[in-house]
């Protein structure tokens, strides 16, 4: 009985693991506030305020959804990665970002303040 209930716990926590690879749409995401998920989204608009906030804004189709939040650690790493310009880099490109939704007032908001939260996908 010991070995039947830990084979089933071993199945249980095999299929947990699963769940958390398991990559979300944007829209998706927006249900996960607080928790860490991988998000795959095709990057669609962009809004630099690099000078104002120290931001960029990345979205997908759904501007209104969810936005990626560059911030500046992120910016300067991936400028150190040969990116100069990530607000027109990402453009029309498939990817995947790791990380936490939150919202702020009415927005929904992933923010990227390490490059490899950032996986380009082909």
């Known amino acids: 009985i010991l070995q039947i ?4 716990l ?3 926590s095999c299929l947990i693991d699963a769940r958390a690879r398991e990559h979300l749409s944007s829209r ?3 249900h ?5 998920v991988e998000i795959d989204m095709v990057i669609k608009h962009s809004e630099d305020r690099y000078a104002d906030e120290g931001v960029i804004y990345l979205y ?4 209104n959804a969810l936005s990626l939040a560059l911030t500046a650690g992120a910016i300067a790493q991936l400028q150190e990665q040969g990116i100069v310009d990530p607000a027109g880099y990402f453009l029309n490109k498939k990817l995947t970002v790791s990380g936490a939704v939150m919202r702020l007032n009415e927005r929904y908001l992933l ?8 996986t380009l996908l082909k």
């Not at 209930?5 to 089933?8: E, N, P, T």
């Not at 996960?32 to 860490?36: F, L, P, W």
């Not at 923010?111 to 950032?118: F, G, M």
Request: no cysteine; proline share 4%; aromatic share 4%.
């Open 111 to 118: 923010p990227v303040q390490n490059a490899d939260q950032l």
């Open 28 to 30: 998706q995401a927006l």
């Open 60 to 63: 997908d189709d759904n501007t």
């Open 32 to 36: 996960q506030i607080g928790r860490n």
């Open 5 to 8: 209930i830990i084979a089933l």
């Open 10 to 12: 071993f199945i249980t």
